[in-house]
């Protein structure tokens, strides 16, 4: 049975899950759900996540939602399709265990706001907060300064190779380059190499293309 994602090519989550998907070459089947009906609200979708949010994933009989969740699932188990990333070694698999918390609990609350504020509110023709902001901001340059001293010292957040601890990034990164944010990253020369390095990635490329012609 086919690879199923529901989602929306505006949410970050969504775009997380197809990123992985992709970077493992894997086929799946988009269905779109539509937030102006409230489909995500009701059933049948709330069989799929019952928290009413983005996105919902099925293989086979199995059914998923939370999209690193998700993308753990799929790195674990086509380990041996596409761009590996997970490792084998107990100890880099903690590496990249530790940059993935650190992803979800410290650099995501800041991106997410600013993602909200300088990119989705621009789609739908809103004005962004500007004390939001400027606090945000700030929160975040604390985040990527230990990014900094950590890409000083390895290409990628978990070693030498790219892995789902880079790769969860992707999506908040896609919309806050272009905005006002985009200084807080290109002031710290490594955090903005790695950024150039891993959003010029074919796959990369291939999805973020998805939202402007989905």
């Known amino acids: 049975m086919a690879i199923k994602v529901h989602g929306s090519f505006v949410s970050t989550a969504t775009m ?12 799946y089947e988009f269905v779109p759900v539509d ?16 928290f009413g949010q983005v996105p919902a994933f099925e293989d086979g009989d199995l059914k998923l939602f939370e999209s690193r969740a998700i ?3 799929i790195a674990h188990t086509y380990a041996d399709k596409g761009t590996p990333l997970i490792y084998q070694d107990p100890k880099k698999i903690a590496l990249v265990c530790v940059w993935a918390e650190v992803e979800a609990q410290r650099y995501d609350p800041p ?20 004390a939001i902001v400027q606090e945000q901001e700030a929160q ?12 000083a010292q390895s290409k990628y957040l978990a070693g030498d190779s790219f892995t789902l601890a880079d790769l969860n990034h992707l999506p908040t990164l896609n919309y806050l380059m272009g905005t ?20 010029a990635r074919p796959v990369w490329q291939k999805v973020a293309a998805m939202r402007n012609n989905p």
């Open 35 to 50: 937030f102006a009906v409230g489909e995500h609200k009701k059933e049948p979708f709330l069989s799929l996540n019952p």
């Open 111 to 130: 991106a997410a706001k600013l993602t909200w504020e300088l990119g989705i509110k621009q789609l739908m023709g809103m004005t962004a907060d500007d």
């Open 71 to 73: 993308n753990q699932y």
């Open 16 to 27: 997380r899950v197809l990123a992985c998907l992709n970077e493992k070459g894997l086929d």
């Open 180 to 199: 006002r944010a985009q200084a807080v990253f290109n002031s710290r020369p490594h955090v903005s190499a790695w950024c150039a390095d891993i959003l």
């Open 140 to 151: 975040l340059a604390k985040v990527l300064d230990v990014y900094e001293a950590r890409l």
